[in-house]
């Protein structure tokens, strides 16, 4: 019989419990993830990458030094012996302004060595410069000196220029090749600047161009000869500007000497009046006439005395005028010209010009007190309304 498998009883089928999730994996969690203290810092990380870029820099410079100085340099072709492009590879060409021997490089005088080239050496150059302008000033100024005052030559013989160099010490810092060297570029320099030939002796002068030779004329020798050039010019605006000048001053003179006797004729004329009126008074012992020549010498100054014809100006303006007389009077058995005041209660000319500027004066101040005070009610008015 095939035996029939029992069923278990629902009492004992046990339902399994369920696990907190939570309970389950926090172990597992906790096992997977990395402390807070494995991730380093901001300031750890900053500090991390620039030793890192410090020490790529270093290895790139050793790399490079050491490429660089293992490679042996090449050694420069001889100047003298014919190369092909095949020999390039192994020797470097010849620069220009040097010569090479035995796979080195010496450069020529007046250069100097930068690398595999031959560059122009500055103070050798400098110097050829001054060497120059020294024979361009010698010489010019000799010439110079031959146009303004005759006393120069317009010829330099070129040796004694030199000869003034070495006297001088200009080359003392240079060896003989240096020198010779700079002497052959300044002498070339020199016969472009300046004019050169060779005279009898077969000895080498120069002379300056007349444009540059204008530049080292002393400013007293430019003036002159500028004067003599324009000689006729400047006469004539020199004669023009004294006469014009001399009739100024006689214009001024004759305007003052005509203003002077105006003014003297005024004051014979106020004093005889106020004689006059003097003598009529009843207390007054004085006499209604004046002697000229007294009266003259109370208004002329010291100065003016010597000047006859001012007066006689005056006298001519006295004689026209009808107000006065003229006569002759014995006084102390002296013959006197004397003058005497005819009007009686007349003004004259320079009072009324005095009275009239008076009453001018006061119409103008009446006038603008009119004006102040019309301005015045007006604000008043507009004030008020």
């Known amino acids: 019989m095939d035996s029939i498998p029992r069923k278990r009883p629902k009492s004992e089928t046990k339902t399994p419990k369920r696990r907190n999730p939570k309970s389950s994996h926090s172990p597992i969690r906790s096992l997977l993830e990395p402390p807070q203290s494995f991730f380093p810092s901001k300031e750890e990380f900053i500090k991390l990458l620039t030793m890192l870029l410090i020490a790529c820099a270093v290895a790139f410079t050793c790399s490079f030094l050491a490429k660089h100085l293992a490679s042996d ?3 420069f072709c001889d100047s003298d012996s014919d190369f092909i492009d095949s ?3 192994s020797c470097e060409p ?3 302004n040097g010569e090479c021997h035995q796979g080195k490089l010496q450069c020529n005088h007046g250069y100097r060595k930068q690398g595999t080239l031959c560059i122009e050496d500055g103070a050798i150059n400098e110097s050829t410069k001054k060497l120059v302008r020294h024979f361009e000033r010698i010489v010019c100024e000799a010439y110079a000196l031959t146009e303004c005052y005759g006393t120069g030559t317009i010829w330099v013989p070129e040796n004694g220029v030199w000869k003034d160099l070495r006297i001088g010490g200009f080359m003392d810092n240079f060896d003989e090749s240096a020198f010779d060297f700079v002497k052959a570029k300044a002498v070339e320099a020199v016969a472009e600047l300046l004019e050169m030939r060779t005279n009898a002796n077969g000895i080498n002068e120069l002379k300056c161009p007349e444009q540059l030779m204008e530049s080292y004329k002393p400013l ?3 003036v002159q000869q500028w004067l003599l050039q324009h000689i006729v010019i400047v006469s004539s605006s020199c004669a023009m500007l004294v006469t014009c000048a001399m009739l100024l001053r006689i214009i001024q003179r004759k305007r003052h000497f005509s203003s002077r006797v105006e003014e003297l004729y005024d004051q014979v004329c106020d004093f005889l009046e106020e004689n006059a009126v003097t003598s009529n008074s009843a207390d007054s012992n004085c006499e209604p006439w004046v002697i000229a020549s007294r009266l003259r010498d109370h208004l002329l100054l010291p100065r ?10 005056v006298e001519e303006l006295i004689q026209e005028d009808s107000r006065i007389d003229r006569y002759p009077k014995i006084i102390k058995g002296e013959q006197k010209v004397v003058w005497e005041w005819q009007v009686e209660g007349s003004l004259s000319l320079s009072k009324l010009k005095k009275r009239r500027e008076t009453q001018k ?16 009610n007006i604000r008043i008015a507009e004030a008020s309304s």
Not at 304 to 313: A, I, M, S, V
Not at 361 to 376: A, E
């Open 73 to 75: 340099p090449k050694s």
């Open 87 to 89: 020999d390039l590879d």
């Open 94 to 96: 010849c620069p220009v």
């Open 220 to 222: 007293t020798c430019r």
């Open 304 to 313: 003016e005395r010597r000047d006859p014809l001012l007066w006689t100006k």
């Open 361 to 376: 004066k006061v119409r103008q101040i009446s006038d603008s007190k009119t004006i102040l005070q019309d301005n015045y």
